[in-house]
Nanobody, 125 residues
Framework: EVQLQASGGGLVQAGGSLRLSCAAS????????IAWFRQAPGKEREGLSC???????YYHDSVKGRFTISSDHAENTVYLQMNNLKPEDTAVYYC???????????????????WGEGTLVTVSS
């Protein structure tokens, strides 16, 4: 059973940093891409970043230069380092997995195979 557990959210002031973790289990980590999404109150879930099984990384323009995704294959964990946080980054953050055996777009919600529970990030002004 695919399991993804996101953690690391919290309350931070504008300009601060947080590092989110996504711990994966129940599947062959090396065969999947892992993506980060977020959903703010009243808004649709949006894709932020992902890392493919070969280590390629992708970023949405809204977070490019501020967020960095990385993966630790020994720990089956993907991280999202978030710097220079802004109040508009406030949202529930989710990680998701998609098999690298087929085509996918890591910014499309419906392309993901599995989702973890979210972790809340609140950025105060």
């Amino acid at each position: 059973e695919v399991q993804l557990q996101a953690s690391g959210g919290g309350l931070v002031q504008a300009g601060g940093s947080l590092r989110l973790s996504c711990a994966a289990s129940g599947f062959t980590f090396d065969d999947y891409a892992i993506a980060w999404f977020r959903q703010a109150p009243g808004k649709e879930r949006e894709g932020l970043s992902c890392v493919s099984s070969d280590g390629s990384t992708y970023y949405h323009d809204s977070v490019k230069g501020r967020f960095t995704i990385s993966s630790d294959h020994a720990e089956n964990t993907v991280y999202l380092q978030m710097n220079n946080l802004k109040p508009e980054d406030t949202a529930v953050y989710y990680c998701a997995a998609v098999s690298d055996s087929r085509q996918w777009d890591c910014f499309i919600v419906d392309d993901m195979d599995s989702w973890g529970e979210g972790t809340l990030v609140t950025v105060s002004s």
